[in-house]
């Protein structure tokens, strides 16, 4: 809850379109696609959108916890309660997997919004290729690292969505130079 209050407080206040790719990233998620957000945040978004993608992938992270041991958490005393929610933030937050894909969002937004904006030829085409790659590689070493099991399945499917939406990119393109040309 605190988390969410500071989200609210100081982000989404702040910037409220980003408020969108907050509630899009566990969406993502869910649908085994989460690596395509940071892509598509890289293409078309400033580096703000790269916090709302972290408070995402973090409120994906937290619900998936809290779906897993709701059963488990029952008390009615504030002693049980208050040790309850100190296990809860302590296992969200040492969170291994939550960390690595928090670490292969940033490094993917960064990388794919460095290479869009540069004066080459095909630069959208090579930021969302080099994007998925660069998604693919990090989580595939932290897992490897911290011994993890993250389904690769999504991950490739994630990935290969991403190198698919360079399709839209062309056509976005092209739409661009013709109305500059008209």
Known sequence: AVLFLVMYIFYLRLAPKMALVVVMTPLAFFLHIPYVLPVACGLASAPGSMVAVICGTMVYYMMEYVKKA??????SDAAGLMGQVSAY????????EMWVAIAACIICFLVVY???RQSVNHAWK?????GAVVNIIIITAGDMYFGLNS????LIIGGAAGIDGKRHCVQFEGRYESAQRG
């Open 70 to 75: 709701a059963a488990g958490m029952k008390g």
């Open 89 to 96: 933030a302590k296992t969200v937050f040492q969170n291994k």
């Open 114 to 116: 460095t290479v869009r």
């Open 126 to 130: 090579i930021a969302v290729i080099a």
């Open 151 to 154: 389904q690769f399945s999504s």
